[in-house]
Structure formats: structure tokens, C-alpha cells
């Protein structure tokens, strides 16, 4: 039974990838515009975001 839960949880944590994929674009895009516009103060929070969805992606990726 635990085996089975476990298996059940990776593949809820496998379907989470393309949506995390989905954020890092937003964020990608956000960050652009940021730098288009010169607005230092969304440049770091995009950044700070991107690291972020980054560590996500590689965890789940590890698994």
C-alpha cells in the first residue's frame, strides 16, 4: 500500500512540470519588460522568482 501511495504522489508531482514550465515563461516574459522599461525593483523579483521556479523544476525533475 505504501509503495502504491508513493507511486500515486510522483506522478502528481510529474504533472506539475509543464505548469511550472508555464510560470518560468510568465516570469521570463515579466522579467523582459522589466528590463525594457528600466524597472530595477520587478528585475530583482523576477529574478528572485525565477530562481525559485528554477529549484522547483529541478527537484521535481529529479525524482
Do not use: C, F, G
Amino acid at each position: 500500500m505504501k509503495y502504491i501511495l508513493e507511486e500515486v504522489r510522483r506522478q502528481e508531482e510529474k504533472e506539475k512540470i509543464p505548469v511550472i514550465k508555464m510560470e518560468i515563461d510568465y516570469e521570463l516574459l515579466t522579467l523582459y519588460d522589466a528590463m525594457q522599461e528600466q524597472d530595477n525593483v520587478q528585475m530583482i523579483k523576477s529574478k528572485e522568482r525565477l530562481k525559485q521556479l528554477r529549484q522547483k523544476l529541478l527537484e521535481l525533475l529529479d525524482m
